[in-house]
Nanobody, 127 residues
Framework: QVQLVESGGGLVQAGGSLRLSCTAS????????MGWFRQAPGKEREFVTY????????YYADSVKGRFTISRDNAKNTVYLQMDSLKPEDTAVYYCAAVSRYYGGSVYYRPSSYDYWGQGTQVTVSS
């Protein structure tokens, strides 16, 4: 079992920045691909970004590319999501997720590919 706890959400004005953190416990963190997803009211959970086990490769949804940055510190069992130039449409509950299985790259874009999820943290961007 892996337990994931997100933090860092809040209310920010459009154009501002937030940094989310997700800390894992229970298993060897470096064995897991880590993803961030978000879910706005009335919408399905959508892929935001993921990072491979070493942190050497990252992938982003087109909607956040160039504005969001994912990173990880395996020594601290933590993955981060730096969000810059925030827009009102970024408003959602943000979830981190973990999976240890090996897949082809695009499979990690699917929420169903992940085994463990955090409780979510609210991000609200005002216009």
């Amino acid at each position: 079992q892996v337990q994931l706890v997100e933090s860092g959400g809040g209310l920010v004005q459009a154009g501002g920045s937030l940094r989310l953190s997700c800390t894992a416990s229970g298993r060897t963190f470096s064995n897991y691909v880590m993803g961030w997803f978000r879910q706005a009211p009335g919408k399905e959970r959508e892929f935001v970004t993921y990072i491979n086990r070493s942190g050497g490769s990252t992938y982003y949804a087109d909607s956040v590319k160039g504005r969001f940055t994912i990173s990880r510190d395996n020594a601290k069992n933590t993955v981060y999501l730096q969000m810059d130039s925030l827009k009102p449409e970024d408003t959602a509950v943000y979830y981190c997720a973990a999976v240890s299985r090996y897949y082809g790259g695009s499979v990690y874009y699917r929420p169903s590919s992940y085994d463990y999820w955090g409780q979510g943290t609210q991000v609200t961007v005002s216009s």
